[in-house]
């Protein structure tokens, strides 16, 4: 595999691909460095912390599934803004998705925009949902915000793509069973395009 187009100056031996599953990676990322972190925000965020510390990366890119309302089934979309969708905790008065008593915004802004892919805000929180309609965001998934929180703490480059598994409507499990298994495909064709 070649290097990333936006970062020739990285190796491939210092990159770190991170998936919550190893479905979404197939046979696709088995001779890159892939870190599985396992589904959910602390998952992923015990799993990443401790990657930094033994392995020290410079460049964390995060390719996972996701449902969008927006975009359409195989779809690969590039998310550069990042919210925790979950976090509400507007009765004491903090506004929704702010996290209270810290200086993160409710909107994180984090990560590398890849020419050709169009660019989404992913809401990211410990539920499967099948309805954001009217939400801030337009990409659902369940670990990418707390990925990019740490990247960003951390000062390392940090690239998101989502493969759109479903549309977050009532067959989005039904979809995502199916569909999870060939987003590797997908991003070989995006991140190393002409290779085999």
């Not at 449902?67 to 925790?84: A, L």
């Not at 992913?122 to 990409?139: K, L, Q, R, T, W």
Request: with cysteine; charged share 20%.
């Amino acid at each position: 595999m070649m290097l990333l187009k936006p970062f020739p100056h990285i190796s491939l031996a210092d990159t770190l691909f991170v998936f919550a599953l190893e479905a979404e990676a197939g046979s696709v990322f088995a001779d890159v460095n892939t870190l599985f972190t396992g589904i959910g925000k602390v998952n992923a965020a015990i799993a990443l912390t401790k990657a930094i510390h033994q392995q020290r990366p410079k460049l964390i890119v995060n390719l996972g599934s996701a449902g969008s309302q927006r975009y359409g089934k195989g779809d690969v979309v590039c998310c550069t803004r990042f919210i925790q969708r979950d976090m509400d905790v507007t009765p004491l008065g903090f506004a929704r998705y702010q996290t209270p008593l810290s200086d993160i915004a409710p909107l994180l802004e984090h990560g590398q925009a890849l020419a050709g892919l169009p660019l989404g805000t992913c809401g990211s929180g410990d539920s499967f949902e099948v309805n954001h309609g009217e939400a801030p965001y337009d990409i659902v998934d369940m670990e990418a915000y707390v990925l990019a929180l740490i990247a960003h703490r951390e000062a390392i480059p940090f690239v998101c793509l989502k493969y759109i598994s479903d549309d977050a409507g009532s067959d989005a499990a039904d979809d995502w069973s199916v569909q999870v298994h060939l987003a590797a495909e997908a991003f070989k064709r995006v991140l190393f395009p002409g290779e085999s």
